[in-house]
């Protein structure tokens, strides 16, 4: 079928959208009529090519819409259903076997590597020429076919499905790190570096575990001040201090550090004072892709028994986990929406600039 898409021709140009061929969903698939799609930091990765995808691609993987038709031996999904999307898995290697879908060791080659998990494409130009699928959805476009593994059906009507979109990458990334991964006890303290929308989901997600003491650290005042709305007890301005890592020893409660840090950043730098804002024994999470980085392991790790991790997706089980940040969505606990600007399918790039300029921290792409 034809459609619009959103296609990235080489690195670092712009999304340009123009009319593309999608094939029918084969067996275990869904097409997905997309209503929204989020920009994340990933996709901006991969359209200057910091992380290598094959080019030209359809890019987006924060979808959401409505199920429009399904292939043979699909049970889950009818047509009309809502449903989100998440990132894509092989479901045979024996990390999936395990529902560790998250470390799947097919991930990067089914995410990044331009394919569906079958190995073929569902996307190509007018002239037949195969166009990279991303994250087994390629979401910047009118419609999608999705592995029914990699989708979570939306049981309430009465959540838009803009706000939905974002879950299926940032948000259960940043929540799942803390509420997965690290699942701090009550009363701990953990500080957040980076106060984007997977910032903001730990923070969001570090008062619903019940910590004592959230420190945000960023560099952006507005966000800074957001963050304490959404559950940060203190903030930190990294541009404002001489030493970052003191400052946030200071501001700690124990005066030597926090019990968690997570980087969000990926910035080599950043991820070594994460690790420094850390007391005795602490941990230390990275979510971000992250350049090389240099540190003395014996005094800035091994010697005060700290630990540093690297979590993929939240280590989120996203259809169970999904649902779950929506029940905290609806109670009023975890309130994503208020990250989010929603802009018109047709200023994809204005949308990305704006996110680009610290104008909005999630920008939710509207196809209809």
Avoid: W
Wanted: some cysteine; aromatic content about 8%.
């Amino acid at each position: 079928m034809r459609i619009k898409a959103a296609v990235t021709h080489a690195k670092g140009e712009p999304f340009v959208i123009q009319d593309v061929e999608l094939d029918e969903p084969q067996s275990g698939e869904i097409l997905v009529r997309i209503v929204a799609s989020g920009i994340c930091h990933t996709d901006e990765a991969v359209q200057h090519q910091f992380i290598p995808t094959p080019l030209p691609a359809v890019l987006g993987h924060e979808g959401a819409g409505i199920v429009e038709k399904v292939g043979e031996g699909v049970t889950e999904f009818k047509k009309g259903d809502r449903v989100g999307i998440s990132f894509a898995f092989c479901n045979t290697c024996t990390n999936c076997r395990k529902a560790r879908y998250f470390v799947c060791k097919n991930l990067n080659r089914i995410n990044f590597g331009g394919i569906q998990p079958d190995g073929t494409t569902r996307l190509h130009t007018l002239d037949g020429k195969d166009l990279s699928t991303f994250f087994g959805q390629s979401s910047f476009a009118q419609y999608a076919v999705v592995n029914q593994n990699h989708a979570v059906k939306i049981e309430y009507d009465d959540v838009d499905l803009a706000v939905v979109a974002p879950m299926g990458c940032g948000i259960q990334t940043g929540a799942g790190a803390v509420l997965n991964r690290l699942r701090p006890e009550f009363g701990s303290s953990i500080a957040v570096y980076g106060c984007g929308t997977v910032g903001m989901s730990a923070i969001m997600a570090a008062r619903i575990a019940g910590c004592s003491q959230i420190i945000a650290v960023g560099g952006n005042e507005k966000s800074l001040e957001l963050a304490k709305e959404l559950g940060a007890t203190d903030t930190v301005n990294r541009k404002k201090v001489d030493d970052l890592v003191k400052e946030v020893k200071r501001v700690s409660l124990s005066g030597n550090g926090v019990n968690y840090s997570i980087d969000t950043t990926g910035v080599g730098n950043c991820v070594r004072q994460s690790l420094g804002f850390l007391d005795f024994d602490g941990t230390c999470v990275v979510v971000g892709a992250t350049e090389d980085i240099s540190f003395n392991v014996q005094n800035e790790l091994m010697g005060d028994g700290k630990s540093l991790v690297g979590v993929i997706e939240g280590d989120s089980i996203p259809k169970l986990f999904l649902p779950k940040l929506l029940d905290y969505y609806r109670k009023g606990l975890f309130p994503m929406d208020k990250l989010m600007a929603f802009y018109p399918f047709e200023s994809i790039n204005e949308a990305q600039a704006a996110s680009d300029r610290g104008e909005c921290i999630k920008a939710v792409l509207r196809m209809e």
